[in-house]
């Protein structure tokens, strides 16, 4: 101490690992950040529904803090819930998913970043299929992995968007892992099961490992679940599939998730839930339960009110003279392009400001985003529309 105070370290001097310190900062964020706290903001950075969880898991919540749900679960989960996980993924994907194959994590993000620990070796090179959420690409940073970014490809003929096979084959053997998201965020693509069995048995074919964000496979408009790599694949595949509570049941800030692993393999990640976290909140399991047993209705009712939203704003950037739109089949975004446009962030902080509406730039979601835009359309259709009348002098 000097003169009663404490020497400050310089930052220089903080030995923080190199690579930490290089994570690019989200550019939703940045924009966010700007945004919170003022009034008359209509925020559509966000990938969240404006829909609160609904009572009847909100007081399975309460009922299980007064039972005295408050300590430590086992590193699996409650039992309960991962039974209830079992029976639930077994009765959509029409096979058997025993309980041993499945860990609650803290969170879809949680189970991502324990894939990234349980796999990832510095310098092992991970497929990334991009437009995506960026945060599985830093994990891969985190542990010293390299992404190789391989772009979805616009279709002109059909307005959608198709795998890179040929460039995927370029690259497999070279790769420890290959990562997808589907349905997609940002833009609403969805595999189909043809595609997931070319990646499949590519990946059998080179021992590679595929990590599936399944997390948004119940927000689709023309069935009631999206094709899984779990549909095709057996207990001992190379295949990590997470999944979570956020998005079907409008749970994101209850922090609550899940993976399911080739069988055999429970008590490695078991290991990391502990290190990590010890287990997921209690409380929020014991709701967890409650929104897979009674949760189905609330289900429908929110897909009808998402595909309403979903053909709005279809509708509106459709008839908008500067954007192309590939057509969204899942997921609640609109992934659109921008006519004359080369800086999607400036473009997002000037929107903003001019507007006072909220977007995410799309060099949030990989390389070669700069003239693309997502919405997150999860919200109502009033707000939906005073958002897309704000923005008409942007984007005409």
Same mark, same amino acid.
């Given at each position: ?253 209850? %922090? ?5 692993? =080739?069988?055999? *393999?429970?008590?490695? !990640? +078991? @290991? #990391? ?100 835009? %997502? ?5 109502? =259709?009033?707000? *939906?529309?005073?958002? !897309? +009348? @704000? #923005? ?5």
């Amino acid at each position: 101490m000097a003169n009663g105070r404490y020497n400050l370290i310089p930052n220089k001097d903080f030995k923080i690992r190199t690579i930490i310190k290089s994570l690019e900062t989200s550019p939703i964020r940045k924009i966010a950040n700007t945004a919170i706290g003022k009034k008359d903001i209509i925020p559509l950075y966000f990938g969240e529904t404006d829909i609160a969880t609904p009572s009847f898991i909100s007081q399975a919540m309460k009922d299980a803090l007064d039972a005295g749900h408050t300590f430590y679960s086992a590193n699996q989960g409650v039992p309960e819930l991962v039974n209830i996980i079992s029976k639930y993924s077994s009765s959509l994907h029409k096979k058997n998913i025993p309980p041993s194959r499945i860990m609650v994590t803290s969170a879809g993000m949680n189970a991502l970043m324990m894939a990234s620990e349980a796999i990832i070796n510095p310098k092992d090179k991970v497929i990334c299929i991009t437009p995506v959420w960026p945060n599985f690409m830093r994990c891969i940073e985190i542990m010293g992995g390299e992404v190789i970014e391989i772009p979805l490809i616009y279709s002109d003929s059909d307005n959608t968007w198709q795998l890179n096979i040929a460039e995927i084959n370029k690259h497999i053997k070279n790769v420890k892992a290959i990562y997808i998201n589907s349905p997609n965020n940002p833009t609403g693509w969805m595999m189909d099961s043809q595609e997931q069995m070319a990646i499949l048995e590519l990946c059998r074919k080179n021992k590679i490992w595929i990590i599936s964000d399944e997390v948004y496979e119940r927000i689709v408009y023309d069935r009631n679940v999206a094709p899984s790599f779990l549909d095709i694949s057996d207990e001992n595949d190379l295949l990590l599939v997470v999944n979570s509570f956020s998005k079907s049941w409008a749970m994101t800030g209850w %922090r609550l998730g899940w993976i399911i692993l =080739p069988e055999n *393999l429970l008590h490695i !990640f +078991e @290991k #990391l839930n502990e290190f990590n976290v010890a287990s997921p909140s209690s409380p929020a399991q014991y709701a967890g339960i409650t929104a897979i047993t009674d949760g189905e209705d609330f289900i429908k009712t929110m897909i009808n009110k998402l595909d309403d939203s979903r053909k709005l704003t279809i509708n509106y950037l459709n008839n908008f003279s500067q954007v192309i739109l590939p057509f969204p089949k899942a997921a609640f975004y609109a992934y659109f392009k921008v006519k004359n446009i080369t800086d999607s962030e400036k473009f997002c902080f000037k929107t903003l400001t001019d507007t006072g509406v909220g977007l995410a730039p799309g060099t949030s979601f990989g390389k070669g985003g700069n003239s693309w835009i %997502r919405i997150c359309y999860a919200k109502s =259709p009033d707000l *939906l529309n005073q958002a !897309f +009348e @704000k #923005l008409k002098p942007a984007l005409t």
